[in-house]
């Protein structure tokens, strides 16, 4: 079983930084593709960015230049940096892996629980 544990999230002022982790523990090969996804309330969850296993990274538009995908494959960890926060990216903050928990067996696909990010104005 694996299981995906998300940290960091928080309220802070809007032009505030929060830093997101995501370490992923049990029965672990390999952690390959990873993402962040939000959800704020009322709207459908959204990708935020994502990095691959060989840490090509991708950021959608809305964050870019702010918010930075990076990864530990030693500690199977995906943080999410966020600099200049605005109130609009308020939202429970998901994380998702792409697992392969033996060789040849995976990847298997895993969420997180969520994590709230509050900014105020």
């Known amino acids: 079983q694996v299981q995906l544990v998300e940290s960091g999230g928080g309220l802070v002022q809007a032009g505030g930084s929060l830093r997101l982790s995501c370490t992923a523990s049990?029965?672990?090969?390999?952690?390959?593709?990873a993402a962040w996804y939000r959800q704020a309330p009322g709207k459908q969850r959204e990708l935020v960015a994502h990095i691959t296993d060989g840490g090509n990274t991708y950021h959608v538009d809305s964050v870019k230049g702010r918010f930075t995908i990076s990864r530990d494959n030693a500690k199977n960890t995906v943080y999410l940096q966020m600099n200049s926060l605005k109130p609009e990216d308020t939202a429970v903050y998901y994380c998702?892996?792409?697992?392969?928990?033996?060789?040849?067996?995976?990847?298997?696909?895993?969420w997180g629980q969520g994590t709230q990010v509050t900014v105020s104005s």
């Open positions: 049990g029965s672990i090969f390999s952690m390959n593709f």
């Open positions: 998702n892996a792409h697992v392969q928990v033996l060789p040849g067996r995976g990847p298997y696909s895993y």
